[in-house]
């Protein structure tokens, strides 16, 4: 039997986990019931487990004797939604829901735990470890102003790891399809917050106030020009100011105003050059009488997939879905705390195909996607791990000789 069929075999099992935690998710940070079950899982599989890690995060390893260590990953969270679904597993919790597959992802996990466990049972699994990273807030920041990845990566989630996976289901994709390529995947992502103040009057005497609502109007106006006009255009990056908070009646002149929004970009150049833009931008609005600070807080680097990785990532995956189940997709300027864990180590991110006959939006109330892709996903990141440890010890062995 070959490993889509071992993974074909566990479908209902996953469906159930996958509907299971749908019904109950959990928000960043509190993903308690979730790491109980994928910690139980692993273990009755035969992981050796480590639970605590990151405050709710789950480590699984399986050992095999010497050689490379794989982590794969999935993120646990669900996100603040309240779920719109007639589904007999739609969330039970208000104002919480899976909106983005983490669901899937966490189930997917768990049946790679079960097709690896039982080919080492079997003495045909590669030698080296296999670490499964059962991860919390992907989707937001502590109050430290760090996510998940960043957290597990302080609490020794990837020490010796020689290489890490992960994948996302995405509802937007064909059922079925892959979308892998070597180099930027997932855009990085800062946050951005504009202080403009200026002076309060009465709304009838503007003369006699300096309006922090207008200035901060042709700050934004200004600003919109920097990716344009001091970016290339062969190069990517996005400025999106979302909110403006200002003033405090109709008729009284606006003395102070705050602007926050996101800076996306895949090369450092490009992040400089757009700070530096947004700096002069609202710096000019100083000689009109106002006065202007610019933040920039530091957010999820870019994922960047390992050239090498990524290559034998796409040999395993085409034993499963053949040369024609990759699809093409341009890189995304979302952003993903997988960054972090890519950091330490080479790795490969890929995008799973997981529409329905009508395609859902991740983070929308409604959203779902195809279960019939959990067995498949579960082979993939299973499959890879083994081609991993094959390859990387080919490798260290080729090395050792020389």
């Given at each position: 039997?070959?490993?889509?069929d ?18 109950h998710?959990e928000?960043?940070?509190q993903?308690?019931?979730t790491?109980?079950?994928a ?9 050796s487990?480590r639970t ?6 789950v480590?699984?390893e399986?050992?095999?004797?010497e050689?490379p260590?794989v982590?794969?990953?999935a993120?646990?969270?669900?996100l603040?939604i ?8 739609a ?9 983005c ?10 049946g ?11 003495g045909?699994?590669p ?7 059962f991860q ?6 502590d109050?430290?102003g760090?996510?998940g990845a960043?957290?597990?990566v302080?609490e020794?989630?990837m020490d ?9 289901v995405?509802a937007?994709?064909p059922?079925?399809?892959?979308f892998l390529?070597?180099g930027?995947?997932?855009?990085g992502s ?7 103040e ?11 106030g300096?309006d922090a609502?207008?200035?901060a109007s042709?700050?934004v106006v200004t600003?919109?020009?920097?990716v ?5 255009p ?11 908070k ?5 008729n009284?002149?606006?003395e ?12 450092p ?6 700070q ?7 710096a000019t609005l100083?000689?009109?009488g106002a006065?202007?600070?610019v933040?920039f807080?530091?957010g ?6 390992n050239?090498t ?9 085409t034993?499963?879905?053949?040369d024609d189940g990759?699809?093409?997709q ?6 993903e705390?997988?960054?972090f864990l890519?950091?330490?180590?080479p ?12 395609p859902?939006?991740?983070h929308?109330p409604?959203f ?14 299973a ?7 094959t390859?990387?010890g080919?490798q ?6 020389h």
């Amino acid at each position: 039997m070959d490993l889509l069929d071992r993974a074909q075999s566990l479908r209902t099992r996953l469906v159930e986990i996958r509907r299971d935690l749908h019904r109950h998710p959990e928000l960043s940070f509190q993903e308690v019931r979730t790491a109980s079950l994928a910690a139980r899982e692993s273990e009755a599989a035969g992981f050796s487990v480590r639970t605590g890690v990151a405050r709710t995060g789950v480590i699984a390893e399986l050992a095999n004797g010497e050689g490379p260590t794989v982590a794969i990953r999935a993120d646990m969270d669900a996100l603040p939604i309240q779920e719109v679904s007639d589904a007999s597993y739609a969330s039970t919790v208000d104002g919480v829901m899976h909106a983005c597959g983490h669901d899937f992802h966490t189930a997917g996990l768990v049946g790679v735990s079960h097709l690896l466990a039982g080919l080492k049972d079997e003495g045909t699994l590669p030698p080296g470890r296999v670490r499964l990273l059962f991860q919390p807030s992907e989707e937001s920041a502590d109050s430290e102003g760090k996510s998940g990845a960043m957290r597990m990566v302080e609490e020794g989630a990837m020490d010796s790891v020689d290489a890490v996976l992960g994948l996302h289901v995405g509802a937007h994709l064909p059922s079925g399809k892959v979308f892998l390529r070597p180099g930027p995947f997932f855009a990085g992502s800062d946050e951005v917050v504009v202080t403009v103040e200026g002076k309060s009057s009465h709304a009838a005497r503007p003369h006699d106030g300096v309006d922090a609502v207008a200035l901060a109007s042709l700050g934004v106006v200004t600003a919109q020009q920097v990716v344009s006009r001091a970016i290339s255009p062969a190069m990517r990056g996005v400025l999106t100011l979302g909110t403006i908070k200002g003033g405090t009646a109709p008729n009284v002149i606006a003395e102070r105003v705050v602007l926050k929004g996101t800076l996306r970009y895949f090369d450092p150049e490009v992040r400089s050059r757009i700070q530096e833009g947004v700096r002069r931008a609202f710096a000019t609005l100083e000689a009109m009488g106002a006065r202007c600070e610019v933040q920039f807080l530091s957010g999820y680097p870019p994922v960047i997939n390992n050239p090498t990785i990524t290559k034998w990532v796409r040999e395993a995956a085409t034993e499963f879905v053949g040369d024609d189940g990759f699809v093409d997709q341009e890189p995304n300027m979302e952003a993903e705390d997988f960054a972090f864990l890519a950091e330490q180590a080479p790795g490969a991110f890929l995008w799973l195909g997981a529409a329905l006959t009508k395609p859902h939006v991740h983070h929308r109330p409604d959203f779902d996607a195809d279960e019939e892709v959990l067995p498949l996903g579960a082979a993939l990141l299973a499959g890879s791990a083994i081609h991993l440890m094959t390859r990387l010890g080919e490798q260290h062995e080729s090395s050792s000789d020389h």
